[in-house]
């Protein structure tokens, strides 16, 4: 009896055991080979609903000009993405491309699994890229993928109810505002009785994650572009913090901002947008407009297929207003196709396929069609001159286009100075500290004293007292 | 049911009066739970609008298929997603029925050696998160056993859940041991006992377990998200995801997919109904 | 001669037993056992896909200094500790007023409550989302104000972020819970309420002495898969507060799954899962110990 309980627990250990051979042994993605083509996967979302189709096309026509290559497409929805990708890395198989954020390459980086195309990559390729955009793909010298777009990211304005408030936002988008006349400019805005209020002057998307979103986009005009300086120190630990962050505070406790901002998401901010419960939202895109026009089509339509009690609205592109007097700086998140590399060596030629895969996905009528669904404008040659054969978006606002032509030229510059490991553990004081204490202040829990030490101990332990800005 | 007080002809206004306080409190209930679904059903009737033009409202005024439509005009594969849950759940609940049925009665009922120390390492195991344990099952199935993309593995790594031999073994484990003893010195085997005995009184427990492992095979998202590329692949659950883009969510045609995807769990639960109300007839059996 | 008949018979039974588990006891050593060693391997290492190196206890003992760790431990303790005895007890009040009705309306009732675990985790996180929106106009807010209470913002405020993930929780788990006790329930033998009858019990008695002895394996099987999976949550706080605010919902599955994934620091965050493995399993034995003194095993 002991003697049948052992064996099938040694037939089980065996078992698990040659598993965790194999385990260990397992290949991972090797240069694969079908009728002698060299394959190249990518992992990309779907930009918008037409985009699961053209993914396909698109994969279709770079094998036709290609037939020694074979690129595989996989799609996944573009909130999904990074857990499928992020298994996939830890798992040692990640695929050839992918799409993912800039902000994303430290944290790839530090797996060294990214591949550093430069070497692979013909002159033409990177050439063909504003020099600074591109840079957001660059860490050290390395270059570790290609741009799609650059999306500013703004804040936007109901533009009847700015004129209503004698705001002069044509002026605005020219020459920015200060927080102080921001601030007087959405007091107009509110619509109160009493307690009740009925529109407010600005509502921005700080649910959940969101909150992060909010502080990102408005500390870059408060001096404080990066989280580290250009001699490497950690910035937010900067006192500039705390009048900031008391500035940010007292939008809410003028009642200009709802007091239960901590939890309005992204969709309840463009309900209330698009129904007149405020005038000013964020954070604002591009895309915003033609979300906007659409509407007011099915309200002149009145067939009930408008968003129900919404207003006809003109989207304004507005730029984020200054603190203390620093100078202006947009937000742009810069999104592209990175490299990878699987567990075993990459011969150098395919490599180089993947480089030129990756290009195709980033340029020419690729990138156009990408920057006009998103109803902005490329930032590489070929995808501009793609751009201008496209028939061109209809009824686009110019002075909204102008606007963020102005603010793409202001976008904060790219950082390839900082390391990657500097660069994860800003990343987690922010998910773990920043954003957390900041989501407390919005809900009037904490103080900006209290956030602004916070992040000074937290900053401390990780870069000690002299990486740090200590003014 | 002798579990309430059967009141005689003279006080039967006894008897209506609890019932329908009774009535009351589960009517109530029921309107707390099924708020939820009520409003995911009135939402996919809605235009197929980003997310912001959801309407926050109990009553629809605008009722139109569109959303029904663009979803399966979204992509080819929409049936096809569904026909692949079936697929997958179906495989998963039969073969969750009968063999954590038989383990859960050899738990339960059945002594042999190692049976509690194995029990207890099943029950551990359970205990570490997936979030972790993902990461080597991917390993194992996507570059060891090169499963990409196949049925198998959708399937194997729910082949046999723990969760149902655990409750297995608890409801088989309150079977009286005499009417199994009583077998046993007839001269049945163990796995006659099963087929004969337990089995045909565990209908109840049996349907349950079907029921729920179909209801948590087919909204499984993650494993499935992972383990297939093809869009042919995906499963109902992976394919609703499918509506979220740069800037916005398709609201009513995901409302509308979740809508789709909960009828054929609807159909099965009034399928198997009659088994959840029969019980069990220990006292036939033993009569 | 009675024990050597009695020895073979046993003999005969732990053949069929092992047939019984093989299938399941294989699976498990393939798709759950090698994988949580593998995680338990991976726990003393610093792990890169490419390369990793042996840390020994490093990774313990990083989360052990880590204050984070603990609170988010504290913070799955009170959302289990609350939320797995109220959905138990309320699935057993509806359950026990479910059975004397008549089929048809005892199926009705039935679906209803079965319905919200039908629907997928997703769309209904969007529903929650519009049932807590923050401002007077939202659904929950005008329920609370008929009765006087002022607006609460619901998901944004650390006071009731938590309670807000509790109330969904509840109500979306309910229904499997009350199919499982039905179930229960309807194995119970008529004919001890008919003993418990003529002994001249009350309605209490015959709950107290009668249906909860005889449905006690059920319930120890509800709380601790309760328990497991309350410990493990991580999609209602991911979908809904991302932990916050100042991390008043960072449950140990979001922290583990950050770890693993957002920060590629997989060792640690199998350290963590281990670790809250342990904490799982030291409370399971607890409600063994209490719980099921009586219900043989």
Known sequence: MKKRNLSVLLAAAMI????????????????????????????????????????????????????????????????????????????????????????????????????????????????????????????????????????????????????????????????????????????????????????????????????????????????????????????????????????????????????????????????????????????????????????????????????????????????????????????????GYVCFRGKDEPSPDHLKNVAKAAYFLASGKRAAETCQELYISPICKSGEEAFASLPPMEGKNENNTNAVKNLATQVAEARPDIPADLGAKAIKIEDEVILPKFQGLLAGEITPEEMHEAIKKAAVEAFGEEGCVMD | MGLFRQYGDNQKYKSVLRNGAMTAILLFLAVLTLFPIYYMVISSFGPPNEIGAASYTLFPKYVTLDSYKFFFGFSKSSFRWIVNSMIVAGVVTLSNVVFAGMAGYAFAKVRFPGSKFLFFLLLFAMMVPYQVTQVPLYILVANVLKLTDTYTALIVPSLVTFYNVFMAKQFFSSLPTSILEAARTEGCNQFQILIKIVIPISKTILSVMAIMTFMGSWNTFFWPFLICNNEQMQTIQVGLKNFSFANTTYFSPMMAGATISALPMFILFFTLQKYFLEGVTVGAVKG | MQTAKKRKRLNNDAKWGYVFVFVPIVSFIIFTLYPVVQAAIVSFQSYKPLKTEFVGFSNYSNTLKNGLF????????????????????????????????????????????????????????????????????????????????????????????????????????????????VAALLGIDPTYYEVANIDGATFLQRIKYVVWPMVKPTTVFLTITGVINAFQAFQTAYLMTGGGPDHATTMVGLLIFNNAFKYFNYGEACAQALLLAGIIAVFAVFQFKVMAADVEY
């Open chain 1, 16 to 335: 698990a055991s040659t598993l965790a051979g194999c385990g260990t042994t397992a290949k991972g993605t090797a240069v694969q080979q079908s009728n002698g083509k060299d394959i190249v996967k990518a992992l990309l979302p779907p930009v918008s609903a037409s985009y699961q189709e053209k993914l396909m096309e698109y994969a279709k026509e770079f094998n036709e000009a290609n037939p020694d290559l074979e690129l595989q497409i996989t799609t996944a929805s573009w909130e999904d993405i990074t857990e499928k990708l992020d298994v996939q890395v830890n798992a040692g198989s990640p695929p050839d491309i992918a799409f993912i954020g800039s902000t994303g390459v430290t944290k790839y980086l530090d797996t060294e699994m990214l591949v550093d195309i430069s070497k692979y990559a013909d002159k033409e390729m990177i050439e063909d890229y504003n020099a600074d955009i591109i840079n957001y793909f660059k860490n050290g010298d390395g270059l570790y993928g290609f741009p799609a777009y650059v999306e500013i990211q703004a804040i936007g304005g109901n533009k009847a109810m700015l004129e209503e408030a004698g705001i002069d936002w044509q002026g605005i988008q020219k020459n920015g505002w200060t927080y102080e006349e921001f601030r007087e400019a959405i007091k107009k805005g509110v619509v109160k009785d009493g307690d009740n209020y009925s529109r407010y002057g600005f509502v921005f998307a700080c649910s959940g994650v969101a909150a992060k979103d909010y502080f990102s986009i408005f500390v870059k005009n408060a001096g404080m572009s990066a989280a580290f300086d250009k001699d490497l120190k950690y910035t937010y630990t900067s006192s500039h913090m705390v009048p900031f962050l008391k500035d940010i505070r007292a939008l809410i406790d003028d009642g200009s901002m709802p007091k239960e901002l901590s939890s309005v998401d992204a969709g309840k901010r463009w309900n209330m947008f698009l129904t007149e419960q405020t005038m000013i939202t964020g954070k604002g895109l591009s895309v915003f407009e033609k979300l906007a026009t659409d509407n007011n089509k099915k309200l002149a339509a009145n067939d009930g297929s408008a968003v129900e009690g919404s207003q006809e609205v003109e989207y304004i592109v507005l730029p984020v207003p200054t603190f203390q007097g620093n100078k202006q700086q947009a937000q742009g998140a810069v999104d």
């Open chain 3, 70 to 181: 603990f609170k988010s431990i504290w913070n799955t303790a009170v959302y289990t500790a609350v939320t797995v005895p109220i959905s138990i007890l309320v699935a057993f009040i509806i359950s026990i007023l479910l059975v004397p009705f008549k089929k048809r309306s005892q199926s009705f009732f039935k679906a209803v409550f079965y319905l919200p675990g039908i629907a997928s985790g997703v769309a209904l996180s969007f529903v929650w989302k519009w049932i807590f929106d923050p401002l007077p106009s939202g659904l929950l807010n005008s329920v609370i104000r008929a009765f006087g209470i002022q607006n609460q913002n619901w998901l944004g405020s650390s006071q009731t972020a938590m309670l807000s993930l509790i109330i969904m929780t509840i109500f979306s788990g309910l229904g499997s819970t009350v199919i499982i006790y």
